[in-house]
């Protein structure tokens, strides 16, 4: 059972530059997240879907995009890379309905020169 | 806002220490609350949960946390910690939604 899988595990992207964060969850849950970590300031959220089709911003949405035209995946866009998006982004999963507990995919580290 | 804070940024201790790292969590909506933890070069694992019922709230590796309602903490305990316990730990919650707020984290190192 893979559970949520992140690639790539690294980065390096120079500003101005674009890139997508791949992720994908085989356990058929309905919501997904991302999130980003930074020291100091534990996990923000960057944008969420509760099912395919259907996505909302979070806490630190600018600069990013998400689409969700599938159950399993969830991909997110940095359309033009700034060295403030330097980060560990990680994509997490629920089936929502009843504890809400999140799996964690194992995260991409991406740094913006 | 929903809001939780964390009070500790790290805290170091020697092994077979007891720990305990704060939680604090604002008032209103539901009152989810989580611990998680992420060892070193991994992805977070939910160490344990409260939603309702018996307030001591027991999950992995020995951790243990304890809700208190007119406190609106859920604070993190292990009576002996670890070397393995080094990591950064995560108190989060969920309220009446999707989405889970996290504190800001609390680094652990332990000692041997």
């Known amino acids: 059972n893979a559970g949520v899988t992140q690639t790539p595990k690294f980065q390096v992207l120079k500003t101005g530059q674009s890139m997508t964060l791949q992720c994908a969850q085989d356990m058929n849950h309905e919501y997904m997240s991302w999130y980003r970590q930074d020291p100091g300031m534990g996990l923000r959220l960057i944008h969420y879907s509760v099912g395919a089709g259907i996505t909302d911003q979070g806490e630190v949405p600018n600069g990013y995009n998400v689409s969700r035209s599938t159950t399993e995946d969830f991909p997110l866009r940095l359309l033009s890379a700034a060295p403030s998006q330097t980060s560990v982004y990680f994509c997490a999963s629920s089936d929502g309905a009843n504890t809400g507990e999140l799996f964690f995919g194992e995260g991409s580290r991406l740094t913006v020169l | 806002a929903q809001s939780v804070s964390q009070h500790n940024h790290h805290v170091i201790l020697s092994e077979a220490a007891s720990l305990e790292l704060g939680c604090n969590y604002s008032y209103g909506g539901t009152v989810n609350l989580f611990w998680y933890v992420q060892y070193p070069g991994q992805h977070l694992q939910l160490l344990l949960k409260?939603?309702?019922?018996?307030?001591l709230v027991k999950g992995i590796k020995g951790f243990e946390a304890e809700f208190i309602k007119s406190k609106f903490s859920f604070n993190l305990r292990k009576p002996s910690v670890q070397w393995s316990d080094t990591a950064e730990y995560f108190c989060a919650r969920k309220p009446n939604d999707y989405k889970l707020s996290f504190g800001a984290g609390t680094t652990v190192t332990v000692r041997a």
């Open positions: 409260y939603f309702s019922g018996d307030p």
